[in-house]
């Protein structure tokens, strides 16, 4: 089974992030906290209108939510001169953005956020080799993964969708081996901006090296003419 990949970056001001939001679902997200409202700008730019009823998995990373939001509510706790709002709190957390999204996506069977200590690394290597696995023993038809941060300055969120189409040609699909990657294939990094990197990349296949499996290669791979 080839599984086919589509790529997808956004960048975006906190203050456009509402318009964007408006944009893309066609009303705003009232009392929604960023990481809702970037998860549902990218799930509705890759999803199309029909496939958000059918069931489907999100696996999303963070490096800055849990722990800025933490911390946030310690100084609150240790040095502020009120009580913290416990919903506030909550609503904060990336963690159970989903919940906010489900009215939105009905199909969303499955969700699971996973913190990251490093504020520059990421583990796409899981995400994916989970997403990949549950294509191929037929859980769901297509899951969406996703890499999502934000900050006072930015909000940025780096997207992959897998799922069993049909490959069109000079599209992206993934390669899971054993084994060490070949020669001819060059490394891409396992950064949070990896989508990014594959759609800027020229090569016809590409090998992600990570810390965290160094035995097991994903390999991503572009699909070529029929000969």
């Known amino acids: 089974m080839r599984i086919a990949l589509t790529p997808f970056s956004q960048h975006l001001a906190p203050a456009t992030l509402g318009a964007a939001v408006r944009a893309a679902l066609g009303q705003p997200l009232r009392r929604a906290a960023p990481y809702t409202q970037l998860l549902a700008c990218g799930a509705f730019q890759l999803l199309l209108p029909a496939e958000r009823d059918m069931p489907f998995a999100l696996l999303w990373q963070t490096t800055r939510g849990p722990r800025e939001e933490t911390l946030a509510l310690l100084a609150e706790v240790c040095e502020g001169s009120g009580e913290p709002m ?35 690394g990421a583990d796409w290597q899981s995400l994916l080799t989970q997403a990949a696995n549950w294509l191929v023993h037929g859980r769901y038809a297509r899951v969406l993964c996703a890499h999502i941060d ?49 759609v800027s990349a020229s090569a016809a296949k590409l090998a992600l090296h990570s810390r965290h499996a160094p035995y097991r290669t994903v390999e991503f791979v572009r699909s070529q003419p029929a000969r």
């Open 86 to 120: 416990p919903y506030d709190f909550l609503a904060t957390q990336p963690a159970i953005a989903a919940a906010q999204l489900q009215p939105l996506l009905p199909g969303l069977a499955h969700a699971q956020c996973s913190p990251l200590a490093h504020a520059t």
């Open 150 to 198: 934000a900050s006072p300055e930015t909000c940025t969120a780096h997207w992959i969708k897998l799922h069993t189409a049909p490959l069109e040609i000079g599209a992206w699909h993934l390669h899971l081996s054993n084994n060490p990657s070949s020669d001819d294939a060059p490394g891409i990094a396992d950064t949070p901006d990896l989508p990014a990197q594959l």
